[in-house]
């Protein structure tokens, strides 16, 4: 039996705080301006940065100083979440009109498994109206990812910003992903990425590359290094499911600080050791976990949450970590917080990974799992014997 080749759109709204901004105030297109930190005070650190910004080498979680010493005339402008929670509703309600089927990736991007309306009409032409549609109608730009499984459609829609519809298909990934940076590889952590440059591993092909498997896999765990490659050669979920944030199931540390910090490596110390009690829960009750987060509370009590969903279930230490620095170097703004803290939701002990596959579904069912769940019997067998 054949499986059917799924059709997987990754939208993507292009600079989403700038957008929100210039839809505010419109004289704002087409100039180098940020989101967050404060010109006047020169203080805090950059939350977005709009494209003629970024073209100057201004981004995101850079501190304000250094972009005002790329750009003296950088304008700054203050988050609004208001308006991205209002814009955000607007894109999540458009793309209804298409499928229910959408996965939330977070408040700016969704995965939508456009199989079904594929077989009536070609996939770039409701790519296209999808795009026209939240420009025109919204103000919102975006670009869009196509192709069989989550991962390739999340890297596709990087590939033409601002503005680009991308496919990528199986016999497209040797010409179009392999000679991508591996810094550009989605999953990689900030902190992986230079020590696979320094062994050599300069690009995703790279690191296919049956030379460089014994050095990567004296950076990351056997089942991480396999479940990379099952991403890079189309092997990985394609499946969309948009009950994935409905689970109930999570755990969770959260500290008060004893005065206000602003401080952000001092920030992310406390938000790691805060990390490390929860993933220590993880292992000690061999659970594993889908959703990682983070919750940052400023002087006014207010607070935010900021999650990742992963395609699979992982206990791995340094891939949750990642994602929890990841988080926290795009959200936080460089104002005071008294309160932060690490979640894991979606949280399912391996023993309930699913162990029924068979020829037809084999290829759905994850290596990665496969290995925690096979690790998890093993462990009974130990405590029984």
């Keep these: 039996m054949k499986k059917d080749i799924k059709i997987i759109f990754h939208i993507d709204l292009n600079a989403f705080f700038c957008s929100c901004a210039i839809i505010k105030e419109p004289y704002l297109k087409d ?13 805090g650190v950059v939350t977005a940065a709009s494209y003629p910004a970024r073209r100057l080498g201004i981004h995101s979680a850079m501190n304000i100083n250094d972009a005002l010493r790329l750009y ?7 988050s609004d979440f208001a308006a991205y929670g209002k814009y955000s509703r607007l894109f999540f309600q458009h793309l209804k009109r298409y499928t229910k089927t959408i996965l939330e990736g977070s408040i700016d991007e969704a995965y939508l498994d456009m199989t079904e309306w594929s077989k009536t009409r070609h996939p770039l032409a409701i790519a296209k109206e999808i795009q026209e549609g939240l420009l025109n109608e919204h103000q919102l730009p975006c670009s869009i990812g196509i192709a069989p499984t989550l ?10 910003k601002p503005l680009g519809i991308t496919v990528l298909r199986k016999k497209d990934i040797v010409e179009k992903l392999f000679p991508l940076s591996i810094k550009d ?10 020590k696979l440059i320094d062994m050599g591993v300069m690009t995703i092909g790279d690191f296919t590359k049956q030379e460089h498997r014994d050095n990567i ?3 990351m765990s056997e089942t991480s290094y396999q479940s990379y490659l099952d991403h890079i050669l189309g092997r990985s979920s394609d499946v969309i499911d948009p009950k994935r944030y409905a689970i109930p199931k999570s755990i969770s540390n959260e500290t008060t600080l004893n005065y206000p910090m602003d401080e952000p490596e001092a920030i992310f110390d406390v938000i790691k050791d805060q990390f490390e009690q929860t993933h220590e829960r993880l292992i000690n009750e061999e659970l594993v976990t889908r959703t990682v987060g983070i919750r940052l509370r400023n002087t006014r009590f207010e ?4 999650s990742v969903t992963m395609n699979e279930h992982s206990d791995d230490h340094d891939v949750l970590l990642d994602h929890v620095e990841s ?48 690790q998890s019997k ?5 405590r029984t014997s």
């Design 217 to 219: 896999l004296g950076i």
């Design 378 to 382: 093993d462990n009974g067998k130990k």
């Design 327 to 374: 988080l926290f170097e795009a959200n936080y703004q460089g104002e005071p917080v008294r309160l932060v803290g690490v979640f894991f939701s979606q949280v399912l002990q391996k023993k309930d990974l699913k162990e029924d596959y068979n020829l037809f579904n084999w290829q759905a069912w994850s290596k990665r799992e496969q290995a925690m769940y096979q």
């Design 72 to 78: 003296p005339k950088l304008i700054t402008v203050p």
């Design 151 to 160: 991962f390739l459609a999340k890297m596709a829609s990087d590939m033409q």
């Design 31 to 43: 100039k180098v301006f940020v989101v967050g930190g404060s010109s006047v005070a020169k203080r």
């Design 303 to 306: 607070s935010i949450n900021r």
């Design 185 to 194: 590889m989605y999953g990689i952590g900030k902190k992986t990425y230079p």
